[in-house]
């Protein structure tokens, strides 16, 4: 079953825009990851959140996450054609070292130029 | 991606025939994991290994079997493919608790006529 749900399902933005894309998730969790998956390819690890950090940057993405709300966002800023692609967010329940990912079922982010 | 390759890339088969995918590494990764990808589902864990010779059952495992021998290979097997088994298969690597996210390879796409 799917742990995290992502919100949109789909998002068309002007390139320039900042593109934000919401995951919601219904158990505890160890960590929670985005990934951006290219059409007709595999997918990219963008960034983790441990369940002890609430925010994180990596270059022009940044992603929050609220353990109480069970949510996490992930910003895109200064979006580029180039992003257009479907992102996804997964969470890792696991105890110990094991680790397995449950995927949402993605968002479609359009960047038109 | 670099590190990880699955064969073949595209495949038809017959229902009722068995079909064996592949996936190398040359990360010397410890976790291995199978996934399908469906439109409207996004992705689903079929089984997945922590070491040769370990390996559990995903949320989707019915129907498919696995085999690790040695690190770097884990071998997705259909053992009497069905329509229903129509997909996108990833395999996907990591270390202990994922920390540094998965690697995912380009995807087999197999159809079963």
């Known amino acids: 079953s799917q742990q995290g749900e992502e919100d949109p399902q789909a998002l068309s933005i002007q390139e320039g825009e900042n593109a934000t894309m919401n995951c919601s998730y219904k158990?505890?969790?160890?960590?929670l990851q985005w990934y951006r998956q290219n059409s007709g390819r595999g997918l990219v690890h963008l960034i983790l959140?441990?369940?002890?950090?609430r925010e994180k940057h990596s270059g022009r993405l940044r992603v929050t996450l609220d353990t109480s709300k069970k949510s996490s966002s992930l910003l895109i800023t200064a979006s580029r054609a180039a992003d257009t692609a479907s992102y996804f967010c997964?969470?890792?329940?696991?105890?110990?070292?094991?680790?397995?990912?449950?995927f949402g079922k993605g968002i479609t982010l359009s960047v038109r130029p | 991606d670099a590190g990880i390759t699955q064969s073949p890339r595209h495949k038809v088969t017959e229902t009722g025939t068995p079909v064996t995918l592949r996936c190398h590494q040359t990360?010397?990764?410890?976790?291995m994991y199978w996934y399908r990808q469906d439109p409207g589902h996004g992705l689903r864990l079929i089984h997945y290994?922590?070491?040769?010779?370990?390996?559990d059952k995903g949320e989707v495992s019915d129907g498919y079997s696995v085999s690790r021998s040695k690190t770097e290979d884990f071998l997705l097997t259909l053992e009497s493919a069905t329509s229903s088994q129509t997909s996108v298969y990833f395999c996907?690597?990591?270390?202990?608790?994922?920390?540094?996210?998965?690697?995912f390879g380009s995807g087999t796409r197999l159809t079963v006529v």
């Open positions: 996907a690597i990591s270390e202990p608790r994922g920390f540094y996210g998965y690697t």
């Open positions: 158990t505890s969790i160890n960590n």
């Open positions: 959140i441990r369940s002890n950090e």
């Open positions: 997964a969470t890792d329940s696991s105890a110990g070292a094991n680790s397995k990912l449950t």
């Open positions: 990360e010397n990764h410890r976790y």
């Open positions: 290994s922590y070491g040769v010779k370990d390996t």
